[in-house]
């Protein structure tokens, strides 16, 4: 399975995430996943990808163009794509996996995970979305969600597009096992 992880490209972050994301792909590599990522060599996407390659597990890193400075990019990966924007770089992303991890990020990671979201809502895609809450990270963020339904900007039944949780193994025995219908965009959102 090909599993895309978005993540933080930051070197500054805490260490429990970098160590949280390396555990992640190395239990991916051990169970024959493919990481598909945004080609960082630092932060939680340096992170995962040295999981992987210390794991054996292939690495697709897939940036724009003028990230390829020095120490930026990945130089281990299986296979490098390069793109010219990036907004090209998110549908690539999109195209090449078959389900989303959300790991700890910042406003990038943020794009990426509502564009996603967006886009299963619209039944533009069928494909699990696991948000890996380490450490609380994305508490805030689940309960904005939940205040978006209880404030009718988003329907209950939306939340259900995706799951949270604090354990890999878990994560990825959801990611291997997901088969849901796709969703009823009525009872989504208001279409009218």
Avoid: W
Wanted: aromatic share 10%.
């Amino acid at each position: 399975m090909n599993i895309c992880v978005y993540g933080a490209s930051s070197g500054s972050i805490d260490r429990i995430f970098h160590d949280s994301a390396y555990t992640l792909a190395a239990a991916m590599a051990r169970r024959g996943h493919v990481l598909v990522y945004g080609g960082g060599a630092c932060g939680v996407m340096g992170a995962t990808a040295k999981g992987m390659h210390e794991n054996g597990g292939k690495i697709i890193g897939i940036a724009p163009t003028f990230f390829e400075v020095d120490g930026v990019l990945y130089d281990k990966c299986t296979e490098f794509v390069y793109t010219e924007t990036m907004r090209e770089r998110k549908k690539i992303l999109e195209e090449r996996s078959d389900g989303f991890v959300i790991a700890p990020g910042g406003i990038g990671t943020l794009d990426e995970f509502f564009e996603i979201l967006t886009l299963k809502q619209l039944n533009r895609h069928n494909k699990p979305i696991a948000i890996f809450n380490v450490d609380g990270y994305y508490d805030d963020m689940l309960n904005l969600l939940e205040k978006m339904v209880e404030n009718r900007f988003m329907k209950k039944k939306s939340l259900e597009l995706y799951r949270c949780f604090t354990d890999e193994v878990q994560m990825l025995d959801y990611l291997e096992s997901y088969q849901d219908a796709l969703a009823d965009v009525t009872e989504l959102k208001e279409l009218g």
